[in-house]
């Protein structure tokens, strides 16, 4: 039996950070995007977004079943749900209890054999078994966010200001500095699943652009 991949053992050193800040640079990948605004928590367009992501990767991941298996297909686990994060206004989100001016990106990666004909098959697909689903918002996309600075953070969303402050203490006292812009957000990659995990043990990678100062 061939290998499952799984980019997070893969690639420990994007999904599994430490509890304090540390610098990485981060390769270009491909994800698929919806954007939309609004409480994340209470939001039918963030719900729908993420039902949307997974309904696409999961029809590639189980193409392996059919008769239209991508060229280049390989077995791997679907990677994490992840976010970019700003302010309905584009700036950075400054009042996390003002929810519903979140602006935000939902998105899951893609591996490498994914390319734009896939995307429209699993689109196709899609259409056909979830006609609910609203694909006309989904794009493919390769995010290169380069140079960034990261951390583990352990607890609700809400308590997320102990880890970016641990973050901003790095940067201060380092010889980098942030270099958020509109193409370089606030990024969150959710590893444990809310639905399953008390708030205090949830486990989240907080990362942020930074350059040289």
Known sequence: M???IDFKKMQKELYQPKLVPSVVEVPPMK???IDGVGN???SAAYQS???TLYGLSYAIKMSKKGDCVPKGY???VVPPLESLWHSVSGGLIEDLADKDNFAWTAMLRQPDFVNES???WAKEIIHKKKSELDLSKVCFETLDEGLCLQILHI????NEPEATAKMDEFLANSEYQADFS???RHHEIYLSDPRKTAPEKLKTVIRIPIKKA
């Not at 607890?155 to 809400?158: A, E, K």
């Open 2 to 4: 061939s290998e499952i």
């Open 31 to 33: 994800f698929f995007m």
């Open 40 to 42: 994340p928590n209470t």
């Open 49 to 51: 977004a993420i039902a």
């Open 74 to 76: 390989f077995d791997y």
């Open 118 to 120: 896939v995307f429209e």
């Open 155 to 158: 607890g609700s969303y809400d």
């Open 182 to 184: 509109q193409n370089r």
